[in-house]
């Protein structure tokens, strides 16, 4: 599988657990280590580990192990580490704190978000009609 689709590929993997703010950061001009970063934020230690096991699990039965992971047992800041891309799945003040976006503020960068259901809502109007006496 090419690098950009496994890295998108795994953006959604972490949408599946409703991660927030999914960034795929594109380094394969800027370093050698990697190719693409994925952050990603989840609101607690129990979210976070859930997107780092549906990233793990979804890569995992498409018959891609990752190379190394850690950070799962406090669930602050996990790493999984595909050699070519590197996921990054934060608590939210961790991901503040660190600010990667910054620190690799010269790659280019694109937003994943969950689509939104295609809910219809109907809104009901109720006209009141004014009675006005005749003069």
Same mark, same amino acid.
């Given at each position: 599988?090419?690098?950009?689709?496994?890295?998108?590929?795994?953006?959604?993997?972490?949408?599946?657990?409703?991660?927030?703010? @999914?960034? !795929?950061?594109?380094?394969?001009?800027?370093?050698? !280590?990697?190719?693409?970063?994925?952050?990603?934020?989840?609101?607690? #230690?129990?979210? !976070?580990?859930?997107?780092?096991?549906? @990233?793990? #699990?979804?890569?995992?039965?498409?018959?891609?192990?990752?190379?190394?992971?850690?950070?799962?047992?406090?669930?602050?800041? !996990?790493?999984? #580490?595909?050699?070519?891309?590197? @996921?990054?799945?934060?608590?939210?003040?961790?991901?503040?704190?660190?600010?990667?976006?910054?620190?690799?503020?010269?790659?280019?960068?694109?937003?994943?978000? #969950?689509?939104?259901?295609?809910?219809?809502?109907?809104?009901? @109007?109720?006209?009141?009609?004014?009675?006005?006496?005749?003069?």
């Amino acid at each position: 599988m090419a690098t950009k689709l496994l890295a998108k590929k795994i953006a959604k993997l972490t949408l599946t657990k409703k991660a927030a703010d @999914v960034s !795929v950061l594109d380094l394969r001009k800027l370093s050698d !280590v990697t190719d693409f970063f994925i952050l990603c934020s989840g609101d607690s #230690d129990t979210q !976070v580990r859930a997107i780092a096991n549906a @990233v793990i #699990d979804g890569t995992t039965e498409g018959g891609l192990k990752p190379w190394h992971s850690e950070g799962m047992s406090n669930a602050e800041w !996990v790493i999984i #580490d595909y050699v070519d891309v590197v @996921v990054h799945v934060f608590q939210r003040n961790f991901r503040s704190y660190y600010n990667l976006e910054k620190l690799w503020g010269d790659a280019p960068s694109e937003k994943l978000a #969950d689509k939104p259901k295609n809910t219809t809502t109907k809104k009901t @109007v109720t006209v009141r009609k004014k009675k006005v006496a005749a003069e």
